[in-house]
């Protein structure tokens, strides 16, 4: 089919361009012809734009790659055949180099890397008189380029790094093991600081990188280092002065113009909840605006539930629903959460349960009156009946856009919030031995959960579920030691962040990837047939294999991970 389609296209192609051929090209400029700031600010924007060009399986959103790897989501669809690259993904035995998702991945992360460079190659044209914007124009493709680098490092560790400086034509050349994870994570490092350097506070455009955004992803990046690993990806140091760097690059967000919403829904909901005090870097979806199809949320399309829309891919986990329950002094069950499945009708929940999972027998997104059915779902033997909230949004917003069969939505997608940069420093401040400074950091999310709560009622008035959560008091309900601390910041991390991509790289960060997925695995092995061949290997399912089609295009140049 997909070679039918191929073909299709290339006639189709053919025949238009025969028809059009006296038809001079518009809006085509390569870098040679650029002789202005106009001109080049095009160059910028095409950069930006990368950032929302997804498609339904290449989710930029990350959710195949950071949920459905880890212990947070299924896969979802109609079955394991559905997507069954994604199936191969989440059980990892039968994971492949030759998989077109992976040869996509790689290929569009590096379609972003080099309109980054472009356009940094074009700045280099003009002089601060010419163009008084040039500086900030440099820094913000540097931004842009760094967030890619970052995605691709933690998806594949062995790259190309490539900059500038370097002619398309010579790409091939460069060799994925030149640079260790190390090097490459300082290059992109260098990256984030010179943005963060350069840089304004605030920008006039929304969706343009500033200053915090740039230091976010500064303290992301160092934490991402602090944790060193040998050739076999195991964590065999976690470097001091680096969290010293991820403490002091989180300060400067911390201390800026940012804050937690006081109501954890808000960050999740369209309209003039969108780009709010907790959202500091975000990906701006539009419908309608002159531009193809618009830009519109594609990557996500296929986690729309099946009872508003289609496909119901990214199912949350049992062990996700399960990790929300508390105990009567309303504490995560750290050790133990895993033990029995999650009943609403007798146990204490967190809040963000019913921010993030829906479930049959409970609203939808805040609408009392819209309850979800077992109908919502494609595969219920296979992959239950629990559907991912966040990146999704009510069928009656004007944001939710039917492109058949598929639909999508306009809704903000934030890349980093400030939630996201308290957590990096709490756990920089743990693993320093500091468990006490980062005390105040994690119960503040606790808080603000305890206190989103109003939007989480029935059709009668009442509450949704029975919710009870509790910050940490040491002596009281806690022993605050750093054992302890590192405990609870990783659990909050779990509930705080809960699909939105993060979780396979917290457990790649942490080297417990094959601990946690294997024990996982174990779990669901009895009542899930999509684990009953499930494996995480350690030392080889860390990262993704090298695209075999990249290995093919390298002319062999490039070196294969361990294992495959």
């Given at each position: ?14 025949v ?80 492949r ?5 992976y ?5 569009n992360?590096?379609?972003g ?17 010419e163009?008084?914007?040039?500086n900030?124009?440099?820094?913000e ?15 594949f ?25 190390d ?25 343009r ?13 160092r ?6 690993q ?19 690059a ?7 113009n ?54 119901d ?6 062990s ?8 009567e002094?309303?504490?995560p ?55 991912s ?19 999508g ?67 009281d ?24 991509g ?28 999509i ?31 361990p294992g495959?």
């Amino acid at each position: 089919m997909k070679r039918y389609f191929l073909i299709v296209i290339w006639i189709t192609t053919m025949v238009s361009c025969s028809k059009s051929l006296e038809v001079g090209p518009r809006g085509a400029l390569n870098e040679d012809q650029v002789s202005n700031p106009e001109q080049a600010e095009g160059f910028v924007i095409a950069a930006y734009s990368q950032l929302g060009n997804d498609e339904i399986n290449r989710a930029f959103s990350m959710y195949q790659y950071g949920n459905v790897r880890a212990d947070d989501a299924y896969k979802g669809g109609g079955g394991i055949n559905d997507g069954d690259i994604f199936h191969f993904m989440e059980t990892f035995v039968t994971s492949r180099p030759d998989q077109w998702n992976y040869d996509d991945m790689w290929f569009n992360i590096y379609v972003g890397i080099r309109r980054a460079n472009e356009g940094l190659r074009i700045m280099q044209k003009f002089t601060q008189e010419e163009y008084p914007m040039v500086n900030v124009r440099m820094a913000e493709l540097r931004f842009l380029r760094a967030y890619w680098y970052l995605m691709l490092e933690n998806l594949f560790k062995n790259i190309p790094y490539i900059d500038e400086n370097l002619p398309a034509e010579e790409y091939k050349l460069v060799l994925n093991n030149e640079f260790s994870r190390d090097e490459i994570l300082e290059r992109i490092a260098a990256d984030f600081a010179f943005a963060a350097e350069t840089l304004p506070a605030v920008q006039e455009q929304v969706g343009r990188a500033n200053r915090y955004a740039a230091y976010a992803f500064l303290a992301k990046t160092r934490l991402f280092q602090a944790y060193e690993q040998d050739d076999t990806h195991a964590v065999v140091n976690i470097n001091q002065s680096r969290l010293e760097e991820v403490i002091a690059a989180a300060d400067q967000v911390l201390a800026a113009n940012y804050d937690l919403e006081p109501d954890f829904a808000n960050n999740f909901l369209p309209g003039n909840y969108e780009n709010g005090m907790e959202s500091i870097m975000a990906v701006q979806f539009s419908s309608n605006d002159g531009v193809g199809r618009g830009r519109v949320n594609f990557g996500d399309m296929l986690t729309v539930p099946q009872g508003i829309g289609c496909c119901d891919f990214q199912k949350p986990s049992q062990s996700l629903m399960n990790a929300y329950r508390t105990n009567e002094a309303g504490i995560p069950l750290w050790d133990t959460y895993n033990q029995q499945d999650i009943n609403f009708a007798q146990h204490t929940v967190d809040p963000r349960v019913d921010h993030t999972i829906s479930r049959p027998g409970a609203p939808w997104k805040y609408e009392p009156e819209r309850v979800v059915t077992n109908g919502w779902s494609r595969a219920v033997s296979i992959y239950g009946t629990y559907n991912s909230m966040k990146e999704n949004v009510s069928p009656d917003c004007d944001c939710f856009i039917n492109i058949a069969p598929f639909f999508g939505n306009t809704k903000t997608r934030i890349l980093m919030r400030y939630a996201n940069v308290m957590l990096f420093k709490a756990e920089a401040l743990i693993e320093l031995g500091r468990q006490d400074e980062a005390l105040p950091l994690i119960n503040a999310l606790r808080s603000r959960a305890a206190n989103s709560t109003d939007r989480l009622v029935t059709a009668d008035g009442q509450p949704t579920s029975q919710y009870s959560v509790e910050v940490y008091l040491p002596g009281d309900n806690i022993v605050w030691n750093q054992e302890n601390a590192r405990k609870a910041l990783r659990f909050e991390r779990r509930l705080e962040m809960a699909l939105e991509g993060e979780r396979f790289f917290d457990l790649l960060r942490w080297g417990v990837a094959d601990q946690e997925l294997n024990a996982y695995f174990n779990v669901e092995r009895p009542n899930r047939s999509i684990y009953q061949q499930a494996r995480f290997t350690k030392g080889k399912d860390e990262y993704l294999p090298i695209p075999q089609n990249q290995i093919f295009w390298s002319e062999n140049r490039y070196v294969q991970n361990p294992g495959y």
